[in-house]
């Protein structure tokens, strides 16, 4: 298996670790998202030690699991942070992340936000359009500080991908284009509040091989000797995340294949590197668990209700994802057991539907099933939709576990609305 991790069965049963999920889910309830410790270190280790010879700065993406325990470990892990936004940063700068490893992108940074991240001194703005370096340059120099910069390429190739998660191409809203970026450096003395220090790409996420990097980084390269040659301080490139693990039957590359792909090019380019990483590090860290509520049949189709939604995991419904579902307990060989199953949420929705057409071995109610590889974009893209509590988290580490978020209560659900008395008289 490309990247092992720490979820296995010990006589039958579902462990994290050493603890077994069901003791887990049964002490916090149910749904619940668990992690892997070990897990969450060994991919960060793993990557860095693959661009060992570059001594990278790996900026885990927040976007991908948020979880100030989460951030907070992998910061002491020596990882920088990728923000997208001022809520981000707060988060970050609470995890313990040094200002100087936090790099923010977004294609929308209000002025607030850049005011913000430039008063906690963060390390670069990745910077998406030339209206957004003249905002980020004003700010700046109003506050009598020079951003550093990297302006975020679009380097217009294609990945195999989701269409949904695919931002490498000429026509999606993020980055600048080649031409553009170009023109901007060869002006790179028209904005004194800002330091162009490097160039930014990201060619998309869950891409399991090297050569859309490999490409994009050509393409930036090319940016760099232009760039340098009109005098921009470029010293940084900053490759972006989208490292593809393996849901289903994917045979993404190792971070050692692929650093072997592009490292010979970044050593030549005498660059300074930074990783964006977040779906290698925490995706198949984390798992949710859930609960069969019911089971009922209907025009041929069975169905094993659960208590998890799309409101607490939406990649199957967004995107039509793929994730593994098993029980934690045994059931395999069992006289049902080769029953295939829809695996569906309680939520009011035709999409809210988890999994379909799953061998699940023999289940019955009561009973709780893991949903694997959703450690990242999981707890991130919860909601309270249906007024739904978003679910508790929990990390374990060897054969400890602690709660790193508690289940959300019934007053949080309402803690922001207001009825205006004046209005409803
Ligand atoms: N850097 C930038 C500029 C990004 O836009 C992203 C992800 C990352 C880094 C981290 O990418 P990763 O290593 O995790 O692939 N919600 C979707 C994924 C959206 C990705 C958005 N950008 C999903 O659940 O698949």
Redesign the pocket.
């Known amino acids: 298996m490309y990247y092992p991790h720490d979820f296995h069965r010990v006589k039958g049963e579902l462990y994290c670790e050493r603890v077994p999920v069901a003791r887990i889910a049964e002490a916090v309830g149910t749904p619940v998202y668990i992690y892997s410790y070990k897990t969450l270190v060994d991919h960060f280790r793993k990557l860095q030690r693959a661009f060992r010879v570059m001594h990278p700065l790996i900026?885990f993406?927040v976007?991908?699991n948020g979880n100030l325990a989460i951030l907070r470990l992998l910061v002491r892990e020596g990882a920088g942070l990728?923000i997208?936004s001022g809520g981000e940063l707060y988060k970050a700068l609470l995890a313990g992340c040094s200002p100087s490893k936090v790099v923010f992108?977004s294609v929308g940074k209000g002025a607030g936000e850049i005011r913000e991240a430039l008063r906690a001194r963060i390390f670069c703005f990745?910077v998406e359009s030339e209206t957004e370096l003249e905002a980020i340059d004003r700010i700046a120099r109003a506050m009598r500080t020079v951003a550093r910069v990297a302006l975020?390429l679009n380097p217009d190739v294609e990945a195999r991908t989701?269409h949904?998660?695919r931002?490498g191409v000429a026509e999606s809203k993020?980055g600048i284009d080649q031409r553009a970026a170009r023109l901007i450096l060869q002006r790179h003395e028209a904005f004194p509040g800002v330091r162009m220090a490097g160039i930014?790409i990201?060619v998309?996420?869950?891409?399991t091989e090297a050569r859309p990097f490999v490409e994009g980084i050509r393409r930036a390269a090319a940016v760099i000797e232009d760039g340098r040659r009109a005098g921009a301080p470029l010293e940084w490139l900053?490759l972006?995340?989208?490292?593809?693990i393996i849901y289903k039957d994917e045979r993404p590359q190792t971070p050692r294949q692929f650093a072997a792909a592009v490292l010979p090019t970044l050593c030549r380019l005498q660059v300074r590197l930074i990783l964006?990483?977040?779906?290698?590090?925490?995706?198949n860290a984390g798992i949710l668990v859930t609960e069969v509520l019911y089971l009922k049949r209907a025009r041929g189709r069975r169905f094993a209700v659960v208590d998890a939604g799309m409101n607490d995991l939406?990649?199957p419904a967004?995107?039509g994802?793929y994730h593994e579902v098993i029980p934690t307990g045994s059931a395999q060989g069992a006289s049902n057991g080769q029953l295939r199953y829809d695996v569906v949420g309680p939520i009011c929705e035709s999409a809210d539907v988890l999994a379909r057409r799953r061998r699940l071995g023999r289940i019955r109610p009561g009973q709780f099933l893991a949903v694997l590889g959703a450690g990242?974009?999981?707890s991130?893209?919860a909601s309270n939709y249906n007024g739904r509590l978003r679910p508790a988290e929990v990390l374990v580490r060897g054969t400890r576990w602690a709660l790193i978020r508690r289940r959300e209560t019934r007053r949080d659900l309402i803690r922001h609305d207001v009825i205006p008395h004046s209005l409803l008289k």
């Open positions: 900026c993406s976007k991908a990728d997208v992108a990745n975020r989701h949904y998660i931002t993020f930014h990201h998309g996420s869950q891409i900053n972006g995340g989208g490292l593809g964006e990483p977040g779906r290698f590090i925490v995706g939406i990649r967004l995107y994802a990242a974009y999981g991130t893209m």
